[in-house]
């Protein structure tokens, strides 16, 4: 009798699931490569049962949509069984590995009987060991004076202790170092603008001669009597600077008014619009934003857009409420 392709790839296909699940089922869970071998049964079994209905499809006479609606489920339902059964298969491998890796785990120090020595022990009392400078108190034969504490290793015998031993250290297991993150302070960002204009600056590089920002308002320096980075940043908007030194600021324009925090500096205009903005994102970064005159004569403007030449209508957005006498410290979002 002759048989179709499409009939023969369906045969083999049920065959191919019957062997992958008796593979499975029988095989050695520890051994890796039986477990490949069902595996790959599997995946044959779905490729041939695809083939199969794909075949089907193409050479029944049914109409596009009746094709479509018998075979587009038979091909989830295979892919996804096929998913399924080799993750089964893998399952069991991985199950079988873990159990036996737990069983050859070797015990722990706390559990491991002491070795045998020529010394009497009889003696010695189940209690936990201490260290030589903190025995005091009574034993059981005699009272211990305020004197033995720091008892030698002659005394603790008198005494009728063992001798402490050191702990034991077992190997393979892991000893947890001292948890607790901090950040390095060696280098110092400064940025012109949010997502402006950047530079690092470490103590080392500035006074090798490093010059970050030449040219622009602010000024980056190290000093001989410390070991700290520091920073100074100036901007002529009147008759006087407006100055800023190691989070240090003097404003001598009365008409203008400040706002700050720990973190952020602000200074307004007589208008409440900010000419300056200060602000520590990080413990090394310093983000600047304001409106600055270049020794060149231009303007610049520096704010959350970045670096660049100001021009007519552009405004930075305020961080506080005014007047400060008001609201000091309270942002504009409160």
Known sequence: MDMSVDRMLGIFGVLGIVIGVGVAIAMDPKIKNEMVFAIGCFIFSGIALSLTVGIWAFNTEFPAAKRVFIAGPLFVLICISMVEASRWAQGRYYRATAETNKKRKPPDSDSAQPRETGEKTADIPKEPLVRKDEIHGKTDKVEAKPEHHGTTDEALTKLGHAKPKEPAITPGVAIHPEMGFHESTAVFFFTLGENGISASATVAGLRMGQKPFVGFPITVFAKDTDNKIHYRISIWNGMSPVEVTDDEF?????????????TTLEIVDEKQAPVLQV???????????GIFRLQNGSVVIADSNGWRPMKLGDKIKPLFKYPSRRFQGQYVDQ
């Open 279 to 289: 602000m520590w994102k990080t413990p090394t970064n310093l983000v600047i934003n």
């Open 250 to 262: 003097s404003l001598h324009e009365p008409f203008w008014d400040r706002n700050f925090d720990k």
